[in-house]
């Protein structure tokens, strides 16, 4: 179950969300705010036994969905 969210939120955000984000006034700060409730979500799937490992996975994964963002933003500006 996990593993399928994970993939929703990655293609659901990276590629539809974020770059829609990123062109609205305050899009950077909301991407920002975003990022950091995901992380808390993984590490959430992580359960009590969190630890720095896990951390730091958790927020790598809470990463790429900003960084597909960033791209998929960047080559519709650049397409315009």
């Known amino acids: 179950m996990a593993g399928a969210i994970t993939l929703a ?13 990123l062109r609205q006034r305050f899009g950077r700060s909301s991407v920002a705010v975003l ?4 992380a ?9 036994g969190a630890s720095t490992y ?4 958790a927020a790598a994964w809470a990463l790429g ?8 933003w960047r080559l519709q500006r650049n397409n315009e």
């Open 65 to 72: 969905p900003v960084i597909a963002g960033v791209v998929v």
């Open 54 to 57: 896990s951390s730091a996975l």
């Open 9 to 21: 939120l990655f293609v659901g955000l990276g590629v539809f969300v974020y770059p829609w984000l």
């Open 35 to 38: 990022t950091l409730l995901l």
């Open 40 to 48: 808390g979500l993984f590490i959430a799937f992580e359960g009590s």
